[in-house]
């Protein structure tokens, strides 16, 4: 289902599923494309939807700049060549700051954009990765995080402080001014959890931004809202993706 892929000069681990209008998911930082497997890779029985391995995560090794640009670079190509025209893009967490770079700078391959419990600035995060200690081989994370890490990485487990120092350093950056998809025409959805670790009034900023934006708080989940809630998470998803709902009483959409 899964296999390597050139792009950009790297070979990137991307996976395929279902037929239909193009849906590209970009997962979060530490980890992979099994962000997505018991929610929105469910939304393959309607879309063709794409996920990959962002360079240095996953199957894909650490090669490259290790910037925002880069990875939106890299999403950008995804689109163009697996896609093939423009997709519906969602990402989560830090893929969503890579999603939201896509929609600024290549707004013509973005056909919608979902960020979820994602920001773009540094300060809208109230937890960061930080830099590992010095002589911490696991970088400060959880023993099941290095260890997926170590089993897919082709980078192997030693590298897995090194990914940790250049993630932290990434998250310290922005990715762009609070409004800057202001000027982004497609329809957005910006979803977070109740107890997230992105600012709620970052989340309402952000939708406030744009144009033909929709807002959506996941009552009674955290960070994790993807696993924690999976259906209810694919379902707001799927019917934001489906069609654009009529309001009877519409005041910012007026």
């Known amino acids: 289902m899964g296999s390597y892929r050139a792009i950009r000069g790297a070979s990137l681990w991307i996976e395929e599923r279902g037929t239909g209008d193009p849906v590209v998911l970009l997962h979060g930082g530490m980890s992979d494309t099994a962000n997505f497997e018991t929610n929105l890779f469910e939304l393959a029985d309607r879309f063709h ?26 999403a950008a190509a995804v689109i163009e060549s697996i896609a093939g025209r423009p997709a519906h893009v969602i990402g989560y967490s830090a893929g969503g700051m890579v999603a ?32 590992p200690a010095q002589d911490a081989a696991d970088g400060g994370y959880p023993a099941p995080i290095v260890d997926r890490y170590a089993q897919l990485s082709p980078d192997g ?3 897995f402080p090194v990914l940790v120092r250049k993630v932290a350093e990434l998250a310290a950056t922005d990715v762009a001014p609070v409004d800057a998809l202001s000027s ?16 709620l009034e970052s989340q309402i900023a952000l939708y406030q931004s744009l144009a033909a934006g929709e807002l959506a708080v996941i009552p009674g989940t955290s960070h994790q809202l993807l696993n924690e809630k999976p259906r209810e998470i694919t379902t707001v998803v799927r019917d934001f993706l489906e069609a654009p709902t009529a309001t009877h009483m519409p005041i910012r959409r007026s």
Not at 106 to 122: E, F, H, W
Not at 187 to 199: G, K, N, P
Request: hydrophobic share 40%; proline share 5%; no cysteine.
């Open 49 to 74: 939807v794409i996920g990959y391995d962002r360079r240095g995560f996953g199957r894909s090794a650490d090669t490259g700049a290790f910037t925002f640009e880069e990875m939106s670079a890299d």
């Open 100 to 131: 939201a770079s896509v929609a600024i700078h290549r707004p013509d391959l973005v056909r919608s954009l979902t960020m979820i419990s994602s920001a773009l600035r540094a300060a809208d995060w109230i937890i960061r990765p930080q830099p």
């Open 157 to 159: 487990r030693e590298h």
């Open 184 to 199: 982004y025409p497609g329809r957005a959805l910006i979803m977070t959890a109740d107890d997230d670790i992105v600012t």
